[in-house]
């Protein structure tokens, strides 16, 4: 893909920005549930399927080594692309979500953690970094403690030396909240965290789209991340652990590919990262991460990004000049958040503001967000979300904010 | 009083005067916002709807075997839908509801114009009020 920094010529790259609905045009501003696929990873996709459909890491026939290569290369760009040290630390999977599982999943089936450990858990994780680990809590007798935010989204950070006990084996916070959109200081956790011998999971799902990531600059010891929020395929999502970390961890789902050598009586697993993808893998997808790399690349350049910043500010004076929207995660410095905007308005329902948008062609989530705890902690049933990506255009925003203001009149 | 015929047909006709689904939208604010207020008191888990994104309670009362209903909901659009549903099917008889296609939901458009979401939810209070007459033929 040829760099091109304007915004018109980029969108012409995303298909889907031209679409129609009810008659109007599409303004799509649910990024954050899953962005928008350029034609560069389509065609990927759909030559992975059409030209180069072969199992990997199994064959020696030609078709099958491109497949084999494909995937790997994704596998290197992936390392790049997040500052592994190694591209033997990326671990391919579905999604964040199973990522997560893989992890908790293994790391409970091994010595890591003893009867009454504990897990330090982000208040404002989405359920996808919080239910795997409760259910691990109540199989091994373990207990999750929670990092409270402040009423402004940001977390407490003053209060996780508190919570450092020697018990907390591991602590989980997203790099960006999918609610608030807030960056969280995740380096700074991990300093604190290590100095307890505390493992850090980051859940990267909001960030990768938006921030530079450098796993080894954060200094956490896992990352997830999943491709459909970042333009690649959907069913693509990485784990990326340390090394030392992931040798040390059993399987997670056993079967073809994952082992090393398999008798009746005992079976040897393969070395990381093929210990932990058993089956056939996203073979179409995987290979989808190239280009949606450089989308990401594309997007974030600083001219673009510059456009991103000013629609981020324009929408943030709008909704918070306005009496009736309560936005949620506002931190002092705006720089701190991505351009996604959680709000409830006193004198509407969530639901009935996202119906009514609907109609008038944009694109929103509403309801708890897979964030129940953190919807009760600011006492809403939910909120509407608007998530912006960088090809979404000043014109876009100025519309969303025109329709929400006509939409909160026709609902009073 | 309107037959059941009559009355589904008087709500198609109202519909039918809109072009546009934001209009549509506009009217069952409107009829939500006419509901006949729903005592606090009712709204306990038995009467609420599951299946919906918001929160819908309805209650039944029989009488002279006859079903008689009283809704609710915190979101103002599926209010108008559940009341649009009151409407026409208050003081029925079981036999009556058990044997309705629920034709006149097709006909409005309602349910094509709702996201699967929030169609889920439109069957599930269908499903109740037929739930409810079985429960009393």
Redesign the interface.
């Given at each position: 893909m040829e760099l091109c920094p304007d915004i018109i010529e980029i969108r012409k790259q995303f298909p889907q920005l031209a679409e129609t609905v009810?008659g109007r045009p599409l303004v799509y501003l649910d990024n954050a549930a899953t962005s928008l696929r350029p034609v560069s990873v389509v065609e990927k996709w759909t030559e992975m399927s059409y030209r180069f459909n072969a199992n990997i890491h199994r064959a020696v026939h030609f078709t099958a080594n491109v497949a084999t290569e494909e995937f790997e290369k994704s596998r290197n760009a992936v390392a790049e692309f997040i500052g592994a040290s190694s591209a033997r630390e990326v671990v391919f999977t579905s999604g964040t979500t199973q990522s997560v599982n893989l992890l908790a999943y293994s790391l409970g089936n091994s010595s890591f953690f003893n009867k009454g450990d504990e897990i330090i858990i982000a208040e404002s994780e989405h359920h996808s970094d919080l239910v795997p680990w409760q259910q691990l809590a109540e199989r091994k007798s373990l207990k999750i403690k929670v990092l409270p935010i402040k009423d402004d989204g940001t977390l407490e950070i003053e209060k996780l030396s508190d919570l450092l006990t020697e018990k907390v084996k591991l602590l989980c916070a997203a790099h960006v909240s999918n609610v608030l959109g807030i960056i969280n200081p995740v380096k700074e956790i991990c300093e604190i965290c290590h100095r307890n011998g505390t493992l850090v999971l980051v859940d990267g799902a909001q960030a990768v789209a938006h921030l530079p990531v450098n796993v080894d600059e954060i200094g956490c010891d896992f990352y997830v991340f999943s491709g459909h929020k970042m333009f690649a395929a959907p069913g693509t999502g990485v784990l990326y652990g340390k090394k030392e970390l992931l040798e040390n961890l059993p399987p997670f789902l056993a079967g073809g590919e994952m082992i090393d050598t398999v008798n009746w009586d005992k079976t040897t697993f393969a070395a990381v990262p093929q210990r932990f993808e058993a089956g056939t893998q996203n073979i179409s997808g995987v290979p989808t991460f190239i280009p949606a790399i450089e989308t990401v690349k594309l997007l974030n350049n600083s001219k673009i990004s510059g456009e991103t910043e000013a629609l981020k500010s324009y929408v943030f004076q709008s909704l918070s000049s306005d009496p009736d929207i309560l936005l949620y995660g506002i931190p002092k410095d705006l720089s701190k958040k991505i351009p996604l905007f959680s709000i409830s308005v006193k004198s509407?329902?969530h639901?009935?503001l996202a119906?009514?948008l609907?109609?008038?062609g944009i694109a929103v989530r509403?309801?708890q967000m897979c964030a129940e705890p953190l919807m009760r902690r600011f006492g809403v049933?939910?909120m509407l979300r608007a998530s912006f990506a960088q090809y979404n255009t000043m014109d876009e925003a100025a519309y969303f904010v025109k329709s929400l203001r006509k939409a909160i009149d026709?609902?009073k | 009083m309107t037959s059941l015929e009559e009355r589904k047909a008087a709500v198609v006709e109202e519909f039918s005067m809109f072009d546009e689904w934001l209009d549509k939208y506009e009217y069952l604010i409107e009829t939500g916002k006419n509901l006949e207020v729903f005592p606090v008191e009712l709204k306990t888990d038995d009467r609420l709807i599951k299946g919906c994104q918001s929160r819908v309670w309805l209650d039944t009362r029989v009488e002279d075997g006859r079903l008689w209903f009283r809704a609710d909901s915190d979101a103002i659009i599926t209010k108008g839908i559940i009341s649009l549903l009151v409407r026409v099917y208050d003081g029925c008889t079981p036999a009556e509801i058990v044997s309705d296609s629920f034709d006149f939901i097709e006909k409005i458009g309602l349910r094509e114009n709702l996201s699967p979401t929030r169609a889920g939810g439109l069957n599930s209070m269908i499903e109740k009020i037929k739930e409810e007459a079985k429960r009393n033929v």
């Open positions: 009810y509407a329902h639901e009935d119906l009514i609907d109609k008038m509403s309801g049933s939910g026709m609902l | -």
